[in-house]
């Protein structure tokens, strides 16, 4: 059964940061590119950023771009978002998915349950 288990969201100030792990069992990690997406209350969810499967390429929305970092330890299963200088408008659930290589949520195979990320500003 394939897992996908996001950890460390949390409160953080305006201006913080936070580091997010998606921990994967079940499946093949090293061959699947994996994704972060994100959702906030009343919208659509959107994604976030991009890895492919060996970590050699990512890939972010303009949004977060120059402030999140993608990255994965193959070794270890896991994936990982770091995110910097964070603002009010980045307050959503996230979630990591794994699947192709894209920008589109449909083109992921599994999801993680997501983790709240909230920022006070």
């Known amino acids: 059964q394939v897992q996908l288990v996001e950890s460390g969201g949390g409160l953080v100030q305006a201006g913080g940061s936070l580091r997010l792990s998606c921990a994967a069992s079940?499946?093949?990690?090293?061959?699947?590119?994996m994704g972060w997406f994100r959702q906030a209350p009343g919208k659509e969810r959107e994604f976030v950023g991009r890895i492919t499967w060996g970590g050699g390429s990512t890939d972010y929305a303009d949004s977060v771009k120059g402030r999140f970092t993608i990255s994965r330890d193959n070794a270890r299963n896991t994936m990982y978002l770091r995110m910097n200088s964070l603002k009010p408008e980045d307050t959503a659930v996230y979630y990591c998915?794994?699947?192709?290589?894209?920008?589109?949520?449909?083109?992921?195979?599994?999801w993680g349950q997501g983790t709240q990320v909230t920022v006070s500003s």
């Open positions: 079940g499946l093949a990690f090293g061959s699947y590119a």
């Open positions: 998915a794994a699947g192709q290589y894209s920008s589109m949520p449909g083109l992921y195979d599994y």
